[in-house]
């Protein structure tokens, strides 16, 4: 029954999410929020947040408002929750007029149509007409499991179930008579793509040409259930996949999705043939707050990253990003899980940048870098992207993180194409030398000290550094603003201004820049980490891969920042720039 979009407003803002929520999960504030344990899978770490108007979980990807937790926790249909809430907010659920009964009737006559064409289409792929269509799907390395679990089928001539030739029509399975001719059948011999929404049913299809005919790939036309632009192909299994905790991925195909599927990727989804929308984007954040798109890494890859940059650009919010894989040239997902297996397409996963990175390359990519006239039009570019989010505290972050990325690389470019996070000097400096410039990396950056307040309490140090370091400590747990001027005031007030101007003196050896008061925060931070990889290699390597857990757990720039900082760090380490 469709409901209007106004009742469905009020009943949501007189319905306190919370208190919905409440009776079935423990929660506790967490600042203007509430967080608990997950109730839709097993957790001991709350990672189940829940907002004014919507909830998620950061384990699962459980997503969605009050009528959603209801379905979700109840299993009841979108009805049954409305009509509770309803009850409970003191609110009358309006009856459909006889127009809107008529027009829910036809929808689920059309879904009746189209799961009797899903089940003719089946029926006719294991038959001998199918053959050539089965020996095709079992080519592309699909087992027999897999083609049921899809629906996939075969559509011969004049392939249509029982039913009067407008539903047909309506459903988009029958072509409209043209004057002199008659109705057709829309797909004939092809290979069939049952297209489901998010609840598993089947709304229209996609069918794939045997030999030479175009085009190679035809989407069924737009009809009552089906719009191409706020549809995903695989939509339904990758819902399941994620809230049991797969990665969401964007590929281009339909055989990509189902290689991935079968590979154990159980969150690939795909746009229909065409670009990604801004309609698909929001249906893929509903499921995620951090799905990965994955494209060719070809020319014609890296412009459909620009435009899927450009769009997402306005939409970004807090819980709402992206990360961008880009595949090996000449493969895409299907031909890369058959050769290389699940790792192959793993390591593709594993390599996605996150949204800030991809969109300075892409960026710098179509400008240039490498004249003062260039320069100057990237670093107005950035800004204007940044701009682009509406979302203002997350401009400013995206803002600050294009632009560090600009000014390490014109700091680079000044200090000759392979400068390191350190000066090199004629022989590598003792432990206790790079002890020395950790810590003066610390008094200029302070702001630094709860990120790296672990492996800085990790270092073996002299006793005028360990003072220091537990005075560093204790000042950063009592102050408000971790800021150089009022560390170096503190330590002057704590005995501490001689050691203080030691660490800081330019003898015997000078500082490296990343230690500069005017060094930029991400050189500042990515210099300590390189600093302390030097001394302590795989403690570096921890700290990437916890990184790299948290932001996966809990996607924010903050995140974003310190997994970015500790893999340039940990690169350069492992490119020789000791």
Not at 207 to 234: S, V
């Amino acid at each position: 029954m469709a409901l209007p979009a106004s009742f469905l407003e009020e009943l949501r803002a007189r319905t306190p999410l919370p208190a919905v929520i409440g009776r079935r999960v423990k929660l506790s504030r967490a600042g203007r929020q509430w967080k608990g344990c997950c109730p839709f899978h097993g957790e001991k770490t709350p990672s189940f947040q829940v907002y004014d108007d919507h909830y998620h979980c950061y384990g699962c990807g459980a997503h969605g408002d009050a009528v959603s937790f209801v379905m979700q926790s109840q299993g009841t249909s979108f009805i049954e929750a409305v009509e509770q809430l309803a009850a409970e907010a003191g609110m009358e659920v309006p009856r459909p007029t006889p127009a809107a009964a008529e027009a829910d009737r036809r929808r689920l006559d059309l879904h009746g149509v189209l799961a009797a064409a899903a089940e003719l289409f089946q029926h006719r792929l294991l038959q001998p007409e199918g053959a050539r269509a089965l020996d095709y799907l079992r080519g592309r390395g699909l087992s027999e499991a897999t083609i049921r679990r899809f629906g996939l089928g075969w559509a011969g001539p004049a392939a249509l179930p029982q039913a009067p030739a407008p539903l047909l029509e309506a459903a988009g399975l029958l072509t409209r008579p043209e004057e002199g001719r008659a109705a057709r059948a829309f797909y004939f011999n092809r290979v069939m793509f049952p297209i489901r929404d998010g609840r598993g049913r089947v709304i229209s299809f996609g069918g794939r040409i045997l030999g030479d005919g175009q085009p190679k790939y035809l989407n069924g036309p737009e009809t009552a259930l089906f719009a191409k632009r706020r549809t995903l192909y695989g939509l339904d299994a990758a819902r399941d996949g994620v809230r049991g905790g797969a990665t969401l991925v964007a590929v281009e195909g339909y055989m990509d999705v189902i290689a991935l599927h079968q590979a154990g990727f159980a969150g690939a989804v795909a746009p229909l043939g065409t670009a990604l929308s801004e309609e698909q984007l929001t249906e893929m954040w509903r499921l995620s707050p951090l799905p990965v798109l994955c494209f060719d890494g070809d020319a014609a890859g890296g412009r459909a990253a620009a435009r899927a940059a450009a769009l997402a650009l306005p939409l970004l919010g807090a819980e709402r990003s992206l990360r961008i894989a880009a595949l090996p040239g000449g493969d895409d997902p299907d031909t890369l899980v058959r050769r290389g297996g699940r790792p192959a397409f793993q390591a593709t996963l594993d390599a996605a940048r996150p949204f800030a990175e991809t969109l300075y390359d892409i960026t710098r990519a179509a400008i240039g870098d490498t004249t003062p006239e260039q320069r100057a039009r990237l670093r107005g570019r950035l800004e204007e992207l940044a701009a682009q989010v509406t979302d203002k505290p997350l401009a400013g972050e995206l803002r600050r993180a294009l632009l560090d990325r600009f000014f390490a690389a014109r700091r680079s470019r000044s200090a000759g194409a392979a400068r390191p996070l350190m000066v090199r000097h004629p022989a590598a400096p003792p432990d206790a030398e790079r002890c020395r410039t950790l810590l003066a990396i610390l008094l200029r950056h302070p702001a630094l000290l709860h990120d790296v307040e672990e492996a800085l309490g990790s270092l073996d140090l002299p006793p005028p550094l360990d003072r220091l370091r537990r005075e560093l400590t204790a000042w950063s747990v009592a102050a408000e603003t971790l800021d150089s001027e009022g560390l170096m005031t503190h330590l002057t007030t704590a005995g501490l201004a001689t050691e203080a101007a030691q660490v800081l003196s330019a003898v015997p050896v000078p500082l490296p820049a990343c230690a500069a008061a005017d060094a930029q925060p991400a050189q500042a931070e990515e210099g300590w980490w390189h600093i302390f990889g030097l001394m302590n290699r795989s403690r570096l390597e921890d700290e990437v891969a916890a990184a790299r857990r948290d932001f996966a757990q809990n996607p924010d720039l903050a995140g974003q920042r310190r997994l970015i900082a500790l893999r340039t760090a940990y690169a350069a380490l492992c490119g020789g720039e000791a």
